[in-house]
């Protein structure tokens, strides 16, 4: 009986000490996302205060007169007499008004250190005292970009309208101004209520190829938000791919790869469908990132192109689902299908739920999902998750920032804000709105 008694206690002592060490190991990296936040905010406001030089290369020497800015200030929202300083990694901003912002401007050394100590202090404490269920969260943003091409030509690839001398007059300026105006759409897309959170991973469509990501990750906005990126090189005939940007400190990359679609009768080559692996909060989060063939050929004559699509990435749930029943699984992007289409159909059957439905997403007043076409809302951007990551949803919004939307002079009503039609640039951002979706861990 004693031994039994003893048998007892030491499996019950031995299965606390795990349970405590996988607690412990939580919170230090937990503690350690918050240090890096940290420590990656007082670089921002460093380069902020012109204490870090910032090299541009030729093409944006060429254009200095565009970009005569600090490296901050392209980091950084201004709404009336408020700049709002966006703090990648803290989750928060910290609003200045203009007017202090000209005074901290003055190059006195000491007010500098001064101020950047007390942001510091503000932007992490700002972290510390966020709610539990905020700060345990993982966000998920979609984003149709719209022809994210750099000014270079592809032998390989028709993509000469987007050149110097094509259709577009795509010069360097406007492919800079293009970058910072994505950059821009994903900040302002990521924040509500006047509090930006930077998002754990960001699926985009429509970019070119690797050159345009490394410039959008390391020279704009973004460049200070830390993330990396994978994407696929599909044989499409224009060159666009999709992408995955991931911050490294919360999806940590397993594996990545591209699955390439099958061309059937009259069917052009399409973008490949991204799969990327990776460890989160969450646990091991497998993602999938689409953008099926565009209907520019009519709905119904470009309807078994996406059919085909979708039977590829089926075959590839199936594959994961019979190896790991309780998978936890996220597709999206831009399926060219609205939610009660045939081909999102099969998804439905195979038990996944789109998180992004009419009767679940958050529409912003005025707006009705993600794309308005001849005056007409709709929704071709989509999230699904599998059963086992249901349970950790949270909610699941349509970018609401005023700025992302304009007024519809032709049709009345507000549509997305587009960056250029033609080679006329309006300044905008892109013809579809980001879609935003937060996991609770």
Excluded at 139 to 163: G, S
Excluded at 183 to 204: C, M, N, S
Excluded at 342 to 371: N, W
Aim: hydrophobic share 35%.
């Amino acid at each position: 009986m004693f031994v039994g008694l003893y048998g007892c206690s030491k499996n019950y002592g031995l299965s606390v000490c795990l349970f405590w060490c996988s607690r412990f190991r939580f919170f230090v990296r937990l503690f350690r996302c918050h240090l890096v936040k940290f420590h990656q905010t007082h670089s921002l406001l460093c380069s902020f205060f012109n204490l870090q030089k910032h090299t541009r290369n030729k093409n944006e020497k060429q254009h200095d007169r565009i970009f005569r800015t600090s490296p901050m200030r392209k980091s950084c929202v201004l709404f009336g007499k408020t700049l709002l300083v966006v703090l990648p990694y803290s989750n928060c901003i910290v609003r200045l008004k203009t007017a202090m912002v000209g005074y901290i401007g003055k190059r006195v050394a000491w007010r500098r250190c001064f101020l950047i100590f007390w942001l510091c202090v503000a932007s992490y404490l700002s972290v510390l005292a966020q709610s539990r269920a905020s700060a345990r969260c993982f966000r998920v943003m979609e984003y149709n970009v719209e022809n994210l091409f750099d000014c270079e030509h592809d032998t390989l690839k028709d993509d000469l309208q987007f050149t110097p001398s094509g259709s577009y007059e795509w010069t360097p300026g406007k492919y800079w101004r293009k970058l910072n105006a994505v950059a821009r759409g994903i900040v302002l897309g990521a924040t509500q209520d006047d509090e930006f959170h930077v998002p754990d991973i960001i699926g985009l469509c429509e970019v070119e190829n690797d050159s345009v990501l490394h410039s959008l990750t390391r020279r704009s906005l973004l460049r200070g938000a830390g993330y990396e990126y994978v994407m696929t090189n599909s044989p499409d005939n224009r060159g666009i791919d999709v992408a995955l940007l991931y911050q490294p400190l919360t999806f940590k990359l397993l594996n990545h790869y591209s699955l390439r679609i099958d061309t059937i009768a009259e069917m052009r080559p399409t973008r490949d469908i991204l799969y990327v692996k990776g460890e989160t909060f969450l646990g091991e989060l497998n993602v999938f990132m689409v953008h099926f063939p565009s209907r520019s050929r009519g709905e119904r004559a470009t309807r078994p192109f996406r059919q085909e699509a979708m039977n590829r990435l089926c075959q590839s749930l199936d594959s994961i689902c019979r190896q790991e029943p309780e998978a936890k699984i996220l597709i999206m992007g831009d399926f060219n299908d609205y939610s009660d289409d045939k081909t999102l159909r099969q998804l439905h059957e195979r038990s996944f739920v789109e998180v992004t439905s009419p009767e679940r997403i958050s529409f912003p007043p005025g707006i009705k999902g993600t794309y308005r076409y001849q005056g007409l809302w709709g929704s071709l951007d989509h999230v699904f998750v599998s059963a086992s990551l249901l349970s950790s949803f949270r909610s699941s919004a349509i970018a609401s920032h005023p700025s992302l939307v304009e007024y519809d002079s032709k049709y009345g009503g507000m549509r997305p804000y587009r960056f250029f039609r033609g080679p006329t640039i309006y300044g905008g951002y892109s013809d579809h709105l980001p879609i935003l979706v937060e996991f609770s861990y």
